[in-house]
């Protein structure tokens, strides 16, 4: 098969965030060589010594335009020098998954076909990340140099007569003009070397008792149409138990079933509705790409992914994997509550508190200084990986479940007893005017910033919070010094309480401000759990 050289113009807008390059589905549609300059940047910043006969993975939630972007890859691929493409059954592999699998293959690097929480189909959201040889995201000097190529771009390489059956499982070998050897695809079933990770990380046989065993625990998952639907079916269900009927919404669909597959109260309704009568004792779901979860316990109980992270943190023994190699230390992103922090505090365990990216958690546990890390955005992870990952969530709490025997409300109830409660609501505003946001975050960073606002006293009701300290905060990263600035304006009480203003760097139509509220109370007085789950679904 031949390889092409094809002229191309560059475009100004194709600054990976994040979370990759995430656009309107017509984005990559509409403009001319826009996807196939974005992925001729990333193969270019990889040295061609380390692309030539390398492995890269390839997998994607199975949103619209996730099978032609994927075909588009592997033509570029094999004109770059890369050797072997590992790609999932069908182009679909969740982001945990392909971080699993890039790691087991010692692959180079992997890109995820993905706008994670994002809604799909043909008017919605497509996205590309490119992920480097320990599994995670690329890191902030990887994006820089990928976008700056990408502004100088003239041309790129690709075998448009290149072919891949994403259908069937199994090697898919071709020769290429002036190439020495073959390129290979490998389309894989990636369940099960997903499932064989999470095999040595828990108990299954005591995951499977409390499962399916007698007096067994009732579970309800939604996949939300996304990724993590086969892996839900085979793991929870073919292999621990569950009944069919306890998996929903499994099937991926490219619009994810005209829904918006963000796993919080307001989007997972059919969940939501499903644990009110009381019949399930635990529940939880997922996003598009499965790396985030929600928590839910019987009656609908709400588990923010604050307490997630520190009720896990608390039993973290309860989880084989960590009896056996420690744990290292503690994360989460400045925005999401301190509750993890004083669960790091009584067992005296580090803790890190990074920005708002799961590559600052990466970072760490290369430098074998974190366990287990948390994100006030339904993320939850730990160290057998380089993202986070929705399933080993649910896994860890069933775990916890298995071994603490009681149920989630009063898991969680517990340790409010236990460590006091941070009361913690997040509000969006979207598509704010990019100036209008800015101005407004200058004059807010100069008044808190300025000397006289610290001490100031605020009354709210019958309690009075005092300002401890008011920033603009940044990172210095323990493992390689780099310096995050502007990452968000922080206002701390007193006693713990915190106000967190950020911009977001993840919206297509202006700006999103996002305002974080985490109120401590040492003592906890409990009200009905259905009237506090309420409060928190109506503060999202």
Request: net charge negative.
């Amino acid at each position: 098969m031949s390889v092409l050289t094809v002229p191309t113009a560059p475009y100004p807008d194709q600054r990976p965030s994040t979370n990759g390059l995430r656009k309107k589905v017509y984005v990559f549609q509409s403009r001319r060589n826009y996807l196939h300059n974005f992925i001729q940047s990333v193969f270019s910043s990889i040295d061609l010594r380390d692309r030539q006969g390398s492995t890269m993975v390839v997998g994607g939630d199975g949103r619209f335009f996730n099978r032609t972007a994927t075909q588009v890859i592997v033509q570029m691929a094999a004109a770059n020098g890369v050797g072997r493409l590992i790609i999932g059954h069908h182009g679909i592999m969740s982001t945990p998954a392909v971080s699993c699998m890039i790691r087991k293959c010692k692959a180079i690097g992997g890109i995820v076909l993905t706008a994670s929480h994002n809604p799909g189909g043909p008017d919605g959201d497509f996205g590309i990340k490119f992920n480097t040889a320990n599994g995670g995201p690329a890191n902030e000097a990887v994006t820089n140099k990928i976008f700056q190529i990408s502004r100088t771009i003239e041309e790129f390489a690709t075998c448009p007569g290149l072919q891949v059956d994403l259908t069937t499982m199994g090697k898919q070998t071709f020769d290429l003009e002036n190439k020495f050897k073959p390129f290979t695809v490998e389309i894989v079933d990636s369940v099960e070397s997903y499932a064989n990770m999470l095999r040595n990380i828990f108990d299954f046989a005591a995951l499977k008792e409390l499962l399916s065993g007698k007096n067994h625990f009732k579970i309800r998952l939604d996949a939300l149409h996304g990724a993590v639907g086969p892996y839900v079916r085979r793991i929870l269900c073919v292999e621990l138990g569950c009944p069919a009927s306890s998996a929903i919404n499994c099937v991926p669909k490219e619009d994810f079933g005209g829904q918006h597959p963000d796993p919080n109260p307001i989007y997972a309704t059919d969940l939501v509705d499903s644990m009110r009568d009381g019949q399930y004792d635990f529940g939880a779901a997922f996003d598009a790409d499965g790396d985030q979860n929600m928590i839910l316990g019987k009656h609908g109980f709400f588990v923010t992914p604050s307490d997630s992270v520190a009720v896990i943190a608390d039993n973290i023994f309860c989880i084989p994997y960590f009896q056996h190699a420690g744990v290292r230390g503690f994360a989460r992103t400045m925005p999401t509550s301190a509750a993890l922090d004083r669960v790091a505090k009584a067992t005296k365990i580090e803790l890190y508190e990074t920005p708002t990216a799961w590559k600052f958690f990466g970072n760490l546990m290369d430098a074998g200084m974190l366990s287990l890390c948390g994100e006030e955005s339904f993320g939850t992870g730990g160290d057998h990986i380089r993202e986070k990952d929705g399933l080993w969530a649910v896994l860890a709490w069933l775990s916890i479940l298995a071994t603490r025997k009681k149920s989630v409300e009063d898991l969680v109830k517990d340790h409010w007893l236990k460590y006091g409660r941070n009361y913690f609501t997040r509000y969006d505003y979207e598509n704010v005017d990019i100036d209008a946001a800015c101005e407004m975050m200058e004059d807010l960073e100069i008044t808190i910033t300025d000397k006289t606002f610290v001490r100031q006293r605020f009354a709210v009701e019958d309690k009075i919070y005092q300002v401890e300290k008011a920033d603009s905060f940044e990172y210095a990263d323990p493992v390689d010094g780099t310096i995050s600035r502007n990452q968000g304006l922080r206002i701390i009480f007193s006693d713990g309480s915190r106000i967190i203003y950020r911009l977001s760097g993840t919206s297509f139509d202006g700006a999103t401000v996002q305002i974080y509220l985490d109120s401590y109370e040492k003592e906890h007085v409990f009200g009905d759990a259905q009237v506090e789950y309420l409060k928190v679904k109506t503060a999202f």
